[in-house]
């Protein structure tokens, strides 16, 4: 399933079982897909989380309040996003342990898409994530995870239970 269903399922989804914005929803799901790009060697990163739990998440860590995309907006945001990814989002390639860079963010309807970016990569053997992304906030989050490559599609679900988990990829 390639980006654009993946994203318009997940936002009809949204907007049949959440509702509006200011509604809490009763579901809390985050999307992970992390992306082979053999050419230009890099491993993409985009993280898929609701504006209003990570504003909560930012809000309770940090203190600050987001106001993502408002005149309000807090002018260091990226910053604490970028802190906050850092602190809950580990990511291992080839069993060793990469260190990822923050590329910005963009809001799509009621959600925050998280971008970062693993220099270096043009193949790998095993991933390993492990993502604790709002686990401080609720005991139900999870997050589905997609790996895509070329001729390569797979994933699986983390949660508070499981956070990490590896895929061994030939």
Do not use: C
């Not at 260091?76 to 970028?82: A, D, F, L, R, T």
């Amino acid at each position: 399933m390639n980006r654009f269903y993946l994203v318009s399922i997940i936002s009809v989804v949204s907007l049949l079982f959440f509702g509006w914005k200011m509604r809490p929803h009763p579901i809390h799901i985050g999307v992970t897909e992390l992306y082979l790009n053999e050419k230009e060697k890099r491993v993409e990163v985009m993280i898929r989380l609701f504006t209003d739990d990570l504003e909560e998440a930012l809000r309770k860590r940090y203190n600050i309040h987001a106001f993502f995309d408002t005149p309000k907006q807090h002018p260091q945001v990226n910053e604490y996003i970028k802190k906050y990814l850092e602190e809950n989002f580990k990511l291992t390639i080839n069993k060793k342990a990469v260190v990822y860079r923050f590329v910005g963010r963009e809001t799509e309807a009621d959600a925050q898409w998280i971008y970062a970016e693993v220099a270096g990569i043009n193949k790998w053997n095993s991933v390993r994530v492990r993502n604790e992304l709002l686990f401080e906030l609720f005991d139900d989050q999870e997050h589905f995870v997609h790996l895509k490559a070329k001729g390569l599609k797979t994933g699986g679900k983390l949660s508070r239970r499981q956070p990490e988990r590896e895929w061994l990829l030939k």
